[in-house]
Antibody
Framework: EVQLVESGGGLVQPGGSLRLSCAASGFTFSNYAMSWVRQAPGKGLEWVSGISGSGDSPYYADSVKGRFTISRDNSRNTLYLQLNSLRAEDTAVYYC????????????WGQGTLVTVSS | DIQMTQSPSTLSASVGDRVTITCRASQSISSWLAWYQQKPGKAPKFLIYKASSLESGVPSRFSGSGSGTEFTLTISSLQPDDFATYYCQQYKSYSLTFGQGTKVEIK
């Protein structure tokens, strides 16, 4: 059974940093691209960042480019998102999601971790 | 970026109704479209990929159609478990983008 478990969210001041983690199990992690998708309170879904199975091809939404860094450790079956220079508009539930072979949609999602940026 | 627009934003329906949600892309995305269902406080659930392919385990009352710029999600006979918000997503090109969502509520 595929499982994705996010952690690392919390309350942070504007300008601060956080690192989110997503522990994966139930599939061969290194064979699949992964992504982060976020959802601000009461709002829709927004793709944030993605990375290939090997980790050598990261992609970012313009809204986070230069501030967020996606990475993965295939030996630990873990996906990361480093969030720097946080803004109030980054407040959201952050989901990690698995990308199936054949297209950049999202077939499995974690339960999400809440990031709140506030002073 | 490719913009995705769903209509309606809210839909009121009764159990047993046939429900159709439309998703339009700002440019052609061929069939690179997925649909998701989300319930309050939960992660989205993957329903349909490549516009019309049903994900394993998803009830057959869900179906998708369309190509190019116009797509539909149809629920043939709405069930109590189907009251939720539905999102389309294009994966023709990065940045990946979602529609704004359609909330299906009880009439």
């Amino acid at each position: 059974e595929v499982q994705l478990v996010e952690s690392g969210g919390g309350l942070v001041q504007p300008g601060g940093s956080l690192r989110l983690s997503c522990a994966a199990s139930g599939f061969t992690f290194s064979n699949y691209a992964m992504s982060w998708v976020r959802q601000a309170p009461g709002k829709g879904l927004e793709w944030v960042s993605g990375i290939s199975g090997s980790g050598d091809s990261p992609y970012y939404a313009d809204s986070v480019k230069g501030r967020f860094t996606i990475s993965r450790d295939n030996s630990r079956n873990t996906l990361y998102l480093q969030l720097n220079s946080l803004r109030a508009e980054d407040t959201a539930v952050y989901y990690c999601a698995k990308i199936p072979v054949g297209g950049d949609c999202f077939d499995y999602w974690g339960q999400g971790t809440l990031v709140t940026v506030s002073s | 970026d490719i913009q995705m627009t769903q209509s309606p934003s809210t839909l009121s329906a009764s159990v047993g109704d046939r429900v159709t949600i439309t998703c339009r892309a700002s440019q052609s995305i061929s069939s690179w479209l997925a649909w998701y269902q989300q319930k309050p406080g939960k992660a989205p659930k993957f329903l349909i990929y490549k516009a019309s392919s049903l994900e394993s385990g998803v009830p057959s009352r869900f179906s998708g159609s369309g190509s190019g710029t116009e797509f539909t999600l149809t629920i043939s006979s709405l069930q109590p478990d189907d009251f939720a918000t539905y999102y389309c997503q294009q994966y023709k090109s990065y940045s990946l983008t979602f529609g704004q969502g359609t909330k299906v509520e009880i009439k």
